[in-house]
């Protein structure tokens, strides 16, 4: 009645809710522990009726796992962007000029996009306004996120993410 | 050498909390609505990152700081999102950018 | 030990209130409280810490969550002037 794809994907739920559940409130006694079975039950049942697990997308584990050393990389960016931007800040002429940029992104599927959308707002100096199909549009800040930009290493490292390839 | 940690996570939290106020300094500079924006991603990376991760070496590996580092997750995830929606509903909502030509 | 930075946020939050208040937009005012959200479960995380109570921080996480929904409903109210319609114009999505 189960097949093997929809199994996996509902005990890799289970799993990860009754690790989120132990993290969160660290008890151990045995009626505690009763308790948070049950309710990890009840949100599995409400998530299978509400039809929110996905259940054709192979590769979600090694996606999860791919994205840690990108995830690494984003803070580096983030921390060089947060310097400039500190620096334009606390220069009393405010040496500001605000632009808009459209850019293309190259990833296929909508939570790939997302991602590369909000890794571009998460940076300082960058905001995404709009996505319309595979163009981005951009409100930067100054000359140097528009720059990082047009790179598209972000952009690339995101793809790489989503399919197989490296980071 | 945990009195040398300790001084590194009175640092980092110093450090954030420094951050948090430049980018408030900044939302008071900037010139329009956008580019507050910008201003206000300041607090939500560098402010959130530096103080969670001053109280993460303060705290040592134990489950407090497993909950540390879900709260950067959700601030990290939720805040750009949040961000994305107001530019979104501020451009519907007829506010124009101001651009380079027209200062 | 985190006297000085508790502080320099307290600082922080009040700059957040006074800007909330004298924004001339709504988007203004909406940022304002956002920043202020975001201020905030930082400053009952370390107010956790400076009293030497971790439990402290089950509260940040949850003002995390309701922070960003907040932002997100009171966005929408301002877009389409009620919370029970569907995003989408086409779908009557009403009860």
């Given at each position: 009645m189960f097949d093997r794809n929809k199994l996996i994907h509902i005990s890799g739920m289970l799993i990860t809710l009754a690790a989120l559940w132990l993290l969160l409130s660290g008890y151990f006694k045995p009626l505690l522990l009763f308790f948070g079975l049950v309710s990890i039950a009840l949100v599995l049942v409400i998530s299978l009726r509400m039809e929110l697990?996905?259940?054709?997308?192979?590769d979600v584990l090694r996606q999860t796992l791919r994205s840690i050393p990108y995830g690494f990389w984003l803070l580096v960016e983030i921390f060089k962007a947060n310097i400039d931007v500190c620096k334009r800040i606390l220069n009393p002429s405010l040496p500001i000029s605000p632009r808009l940029v459209r850019i293309t992104s190259t990833q296929r599927g909508d939570l790939a996009r997302t991602a590369y959308a909000n890794s571009i707002t998460l940076t300082p100096g960058t905001i995404s306004i709009d996505v319309e199909g595979k163009e981005i549009e951009v409100h930067a800040l100054a000359e140097l996120g528009e720059e990082t930009l047009a790179t598209g290493e972000m952009d690339r490292r995101i793809t790489a993410v989503e399919d197989k390839g490296y980071v | 050498m945990s009195e040398f940690i300790n001084v590194l996570a009175y640092f980092f939290v110093i450090g954030g909390a420094v951050a948090i106020v430049i980018g408030l300094i900044g939302v008071y500079r900037m010139p329009d609505f956008f580019t507050r924006l910008h201003a206000a991603s300041i607090v939500d990376t560098l402010g959130t990152i530096f103080i969670i991760f001053g109280l993460l070496l303060y705290s040592g590996i134990n489950l407090v700081s497993a909950k540390l580092i879900l709260i950067m997750l959700f601030v990290l995830i939720t805040t750009p999102a949040a961000a994305h929606a107001l530019a979104k509903s501020a451009l519907h909502g007829n506010l124009r950018p101001m651009l380079d030509g027209e200062k | 030990m985190f006297e000085l930075a508790t502080g320099l946020i307290l600082f922080a939050m009040l700059l957040a209130l006074v800007l909330a208040i004298i924004g001339k937009t709504v988007y203004d005012k909406i940022l304002a409280v956002n920043i202020f959200g975001t201020v905030t479960v930082l400053f009952i995380a370390l107010y956790g810490f400076l009293t030497q109570r971790p439990d402290f921080l089950d509260i940040a996480l949850v003002y995390a969550l309701i922070n960003f929904v907040a932002t997100i409903a009171i966005l929408k109210f301002f877009e389409y002037g009620d919370m029970g319609r569907s995003s989408h114009i086409n779908e009557e999505a009403d009860i």
């Open positions: 697990i996905e259940y054709d997308k192979p | - | -």
